[in-house]
């Protein structure tokens, strides 16, 4: 008889302790105790536990790259060759979305559409700041609907001279180099060995310097 008392008390200790977080896990813009928006922070993890996403600014030009597993099969492998990560919005701007891939993709034809009308309103291309900045509101109004979760994606969007970031929260910022994904340290570790000096380099060094740091490895592909 005890032992049942036992567990059951054991039961409702665990219920409460899980209707004291629902509050905040069932609702994208409530806070918690804490000062967090619990599925923003859910978001940001499975965007860091996703596919490797870099971006750099090299002396002639950009590098956007996406480390893609292939999980070791052939489905997977020409999954990697058929599905595109990094989106060319125009003839100056590349796009590439770290985290869920479907998420990513949203954002990408909110780019084009944006691209677009702006060339017919204004007749030149948009910035990267200015799409970089809209992307942002889109992304934070999304973040205030009680009917929509926060998009699970981390938005790198480059020119051939400047990088900016857009985050889950809708906040931009601009970097010389930035590096998201589940291999972040290896990269990160490579980058503090040289004291995160990044001038001076050209393209073909950066993507020499990935392919030692990662080998053969055929469980992954770049893009």
């Known amino acids: 008889m005890f032992f049942v008392v036992f567990l059951i008390s054991i039961f409702l200790f665990n219920a409460s302790s899980l209707r004291s977080e629902s509050p905040y896990d069932l609702n994208s813009n409530v806070f918690n105790p804490e000062g967090k928006l619990i599925q923003s922070e859910y978001a940001k993890l499975s965007v860091e536990k996703g596919s490797t996403c870099l971006g750099i600014v090299c002396d002639d030009g950009t590098i956007l790259a996406t480390r893609k597993a292939t999980h070791?099969?052939?489905?997977?492998?020409?999954?990697?060759?058929?599905?595109?990560?990094?989106?060319?919005i125009n003839d100056d701007i590349g796009l590439l979305p770290a985290g869920i891939s479907s998420d990513g993709r949203y954002i990408a034809?909110?780019?084009?559409?944006?691209?677009?009308?702006?060339?017919s309103w204004y007749g030149e291309s948009i910035s990267v700041r200015s799409i970089a900045s809209k992307i942002g509101s889109f992304v934070h109004l999304r973040s205030l609907k009680w009917s929509a979760r926060p998009l699970a994606t981390i938005c790198i969007v480059a020119t051939n001279c400047e990088i900016w970031v857009v985050d889950i929260s809708g906040s931009i910022h601009s970097f010389k180099a930035f590096c998201v994904g589940h291999e972040k340290e290896r990269i990160m570790k490579c980058w503090s060995e040289n004291g995160f000096d990044l001038s001076g380099l050209s393209v073909e060094r950066v993507l020499t310097d990935l392919c030692n740091?990662?080998?053969?490895?055929?469980?992954a592909k770049w893009e």
Do not use: A
């Not at 070791?72 to 060319?88: A, M």
């Not at 034809?109 to 060339?119: G, V, W």
């Open 109 to 119: 034809y909110q780019c084009f559409e944006l691209s677009k009308s702006h060339s």
């Open 213 to 219: 740091l990662f080998g053969k490895d055929d469980s």
């Open 72 to 88: 070791g099969n052939t489905f997977s492998s020409l999954q990697c060759q058929t599905v595109r990560r990094i989106y060319r």
